[in-house]
């Protein structure tokens, strides 16, 4: 019979390693252990993917430009181009000759036909172009020059690392393009870090700051165009929306350009209340702040209704969470407990140990922690903690359908914001709607011919 | 785009061999599949299925990383195998190259053999696959699966008498439907593979995660022995197709067939069965009966249709002669395979169809893309789209509907109930069809031959009846409706004696006045946002605070983009009329239904009295030159307004006095011209205005004066003379609770220094952190005050010194009353101390924490 925990995951899983919660993280994933995790070529997609009128160059054969082709929920006020898949399609005989020929004829070909004319490029080298030893930087540097116009490599192999290692590839891939920029004066406003307008989250922000006096710049990446991305170094201060994948760039910019940044949350009522006044308050202006403080109390007060109708149908449920960061997690079983719920399950993709230990500390008593769990292991601990709802990612949505767990989708994929006052709304009226659903109690029940 | 790149492929129209490689073994029972390459591949692939299938999809990656890919990859593949046996249990693992395994060069059948040495015993069937993702499209992938399960089986060649069955990737349901249909006939078969239970699962009591549906490894054993093998595929040549192996290698005679869709596919094999001794059933040729009437019945629908179908060679093929068999022009036929057979085919087949498409060209493309088929579809005028979901995208650019029934869909369900095999599947897409055809004509028809034959002149709004019915100013019963002004016209063209602007007065209610001027990009963002909390909000109007035709730039981009969001909200201005005559068709073609001129005379010697002055076409004018002008141009717009059905209503203040007298001869010339009612109001004194010693007439008096005026025009009693920034009903404007407030006073406030990553919660130890966010908190009220680098209070040279550092950490929170961090040493906290600081351990939300903090200090020190 197969058993459910390998060995060598024992040491990721809480109260099944000798150091009970303090579990091990930050680690590379156990080979045929079947991680969740993506690679490096996904980490620097995704975090420069909603850059709208960028020609994005997936280099390498079809797969990863057809499994990235638009999968993401980030939308755009402007150009569309990030929306379509741009790949070098690499045949074998690219592969025993090399591909930068071929590299160097499609941004010739894309320079000569593509609408709207590229003035922006990003070329990323998955795991083949990286075998192969294609010089990327050396096609890109070249048509830089014969075009005018920026070509940034991204040089992505997914062997190379993990995810969060794209991230950073990402945010130096910004840097290089902003650098030049450094020069333009000052203006009174902020940047957006690290939040890719997943069904409009980053215009909610916007809307907020704009609300309250306070003028947003740039955004990075969501909805970003290159103009304004170049624009970036004339803000005043740079808000950091996900820690996670942003906050390299943060420091950067904070020590290239003179910009400080603040980190912000606008998930859940406290968070983002407690970063809109923040934010008011790095910029020193009274009068922002009072405003700032307006706002929250107004939104507030319209959204605790709605929570209160829907917390008596969720007080004591008992969720799973299975999501890419900590801080998402953290912020996720604060929600929950704010909803009178337990999370009994919790684990990550790429958590650092520090965000397991909140993670223990906010968790249920009885949770179980776990650091990159994969199917067998969520499987067995949601039965195991009798799990009623999971957070998570595509992948995991029907293994909770078929324990006959409800599920909330806290994904990239999504079309509903999470994000701010109305993403509270959508996040609990979603938690109701799945975990409350009729559906449930037909699956459970049936006479007892029915039951396989 | 639409450019047709060469050397760039545009929205890929294929996947990678590993893909399907990894499908085709989820239909051998007991197996799982392990992707041998860097960890992305699987992950993607697994999303890619289950959202797809909506099943969960289990497969497994080497997870190779730098060092695998350096040094290669045996030790990986080697745990690899021996984890995924001991989560699943697996009868056989499918291991499958990438694109990285291939080229790094890995021998994957010496790790194989290495595997069995060095775990005799684990009776588990270890098969390999060569998946380069450059090496081909899922397509071949599946087959090579297939044909490597059969090379790598141990075979009995001992006669059975049984058939085997190969097909390309067809959805579990058509493979429940090709099983039964075979078991129908009375055949002993073998299926290979059998995706039928695995990729589409029943709620069990007990969730497996090793799926137990698919062809067991026993009767794969057995397929040398088989009389017939039938592979349902044109495209496999003999190197990649799983039947010629059979037959090269164990002489198992085998016929091609192409998928069973359509009259002649389903024929071909039910004779093909018949022939092998099969049974054709009463039941089956009564749903080829059922299939027949409905293509007579559909037929004339479906000659509407022009079909684009795109995917697997296969697939395309398959659908084309569906097409062509039902009358249906297939104008495109598109793959993202390498396949020049695929044109072989579908020419003879197009050939045999010419006489019934006369003058019509079909495009057949491979190794194509999405951005070459949008441009077939624009160029060939498409209407209909048939593929996987990866199409939606034309079809939402083209607005042609999209038929998905390949893999993969990923924004509908039922990908895994995809029926399109059989007379039955074959049925579902004609029905489709036909049905995308009937509902295109259904909803346009009318339309269409309206537009084309009857109408010779833009008809009014039928609307606007129900319009002015459910305007709170113009309807008498409307007054549960509500509307918003938007302030977006700060100038005006005239000066009134009574009026003086002014922006900033809280607690004035009067036309003309506003808190805030919004631009118009932020009075659209006002009025969704009132929308959606105000459901009854029936009328924006734009109401000044100057004169909504002074400004006519900004209140049409107002108008325009209100009306891009929401097709059905009545416009309203309000203008002293002066620009009217010049602007009344474009407010028709801006979709505005009403309008409110104020007209306070009708005698230019009255109006004299009334205008200080006018500025008209870029000059001054004064006394009665400038009241005749500006009636001219009253008079005229509103005979304009009516002749364009649009509703107009006069509003004529009542100036005690100066135009008391004079009011029932404006109400009878508005009358005259075809207004719709008039609003007789008392002016409100304005201290600073010339009229500000004027007395205010008495409801009673204005109540009389609209009684007399009666009896030329309807009049409005419910007016509340609103502020040009107004919402809500007339009975309560909200529009207070849209402005701002002033800052709170300030009161004494305690600093604190705050350890923290996330920024959102205290949640790095203190000896960690490389920064900290400054606060300031009276317990109550809590702000953030900046964030403060530690390195930034580095004294010396170099900040490595442990003591340097201390210091460094020191000098950024000296001046905080105490420092929140997840954990901090004792050493660290005794300094903190020797220098006044406290420190307070917490993982609490950082503005939460501090506020907590802050209140606790007070408390201590007594202050509370």
Redesign the interface.
Known sequence: ????V?E?RKASISDMNEHGRGICCER???????????????GARVVLNPITDAYH?VH????????????RGSLTSGASTY??????????T??VFGGEK?LS??I???ME???PAPKLIFVYA???AG??GDDIEAVCRAAAKKYGIRVIPVKA??????KPQGYKLACDAIMALILPGINQSKRFGVNILGDYNLAGETWIIR?YLEEIGIPVISTITGDASYEKLMRAPTAVLNL?QC?GSS?YLAERM?SEMDI??????FFGI??T???L??????LGK??I???A??LAK?RTS?VVPVIEKYKPSLEGKRAAIFVGGG?KA??LI?QFNELGMKTVVAGTQTG?K??Y??IS??ADGEAVILDDA???EL?RFMLEKQADILVG???E???A????IAFCDHNHERKHPLAGFEGIENFVREVHTTINSPVWKY?KEGPAWA?? | MGANLVNLNVNPCKMCMPMGAVSALCGIKGCMSILHGSQGCATYIRRHMATHYNEPVDIASSSLTEEGTVFGGEANLLKGLRNLIDLYAPEAIGVCTTCLAETIGEDVGAIVKKFYEQNPGTGVKIIHVAAPGYGGTQNEGWFAAIRAVLEQTEQSTAPNGKINVITPMISPADTRWLKDLLNGAGMDFILLPDLSDNLDGVTEKRYNRLKTGGTSLSDIAKMAGARLTVEFSEFTDEKASPAAYLYETYRVPYVKLPLPVGVRGMDQLLTTLEDAGGAVTVDMIKARGRYLDAMVDSHKYCAKARAAVFGEPDFVTAVIRLCCENGILPLLAATGSVSPRLKELLDAEFEDYKDFYPAEEMAILDDSDFDEIERYCRQLGVNLLIGSSDGRRIAHKLDIPLIRCAFPIHDYVGGQRVRMLGFEGSLNLLDQSANCMLEKTETGFRGALYDRFFKTRPAPPADIHAKTASHPCFGEHACKNARVHLPVAPKCNIQCNYCLRNFDCMNESRPGVASKILTPAEALERYMKLKESMPNLTVVGIAGPGDALANFEETRETLRLIREYDADITFCIATNGLMLPMYVPELKKLGVSHVTVTVNAVDPSVGAKIYQHINYMGKTYTGTEGASILLANQLAGIKMLADADIMCKVNCVALKGINDSHIFEVTKQAAALGAFMTNIMPHIPVRGSSFEALDRMTNMEIKAIREVCGVNIKQMAHCRQCRSDAAGTLDEDISIHLREKPASETRPYKRFAVATKSGAIVDIHFGHAKEFYIFESDGEDTRFVETRKVSRYCNGLECDDKEDRWESVIGAVADCEAVLALRIGLVPEKRLKENGIDAIATYERVETAVTLAARERSAMNGIA
């Open positions: 019979m197969h058993m459910s390998l060598e590379e994933s156990v080979s045929g252990a079947v991680s969740q995790r993506a690679c490096v070529y996904c160059i390498g054969p079809i797969g990863c430009a057809s499994y990235t082709w638009d999968i929306r379509n898949s741009f790949s070098t399609d690499l045949r074998e690219d592969i071929k004829a499609a010739d070909e894309l036909k593509a609408e998955t795991c083949i075998v192969i192999p997914g062997f190379s690392g993990t809307s950091v820690a906050t904070y400080p940044y603040i980190k912000v949350s406290e968070d209340t407690a970063s006044f923040r934010v008011a308050d790095a009274p009068e702040s009072a405003k403080r307006e107004r319209e801080f953290i912020s604060r650092k520090d965000e230990e909140i500390a906010l994969n199917p067998a499987e990612g595509v992948k949505r029907p293994l359908y078929k324990l006959g699956v039951q396989i």
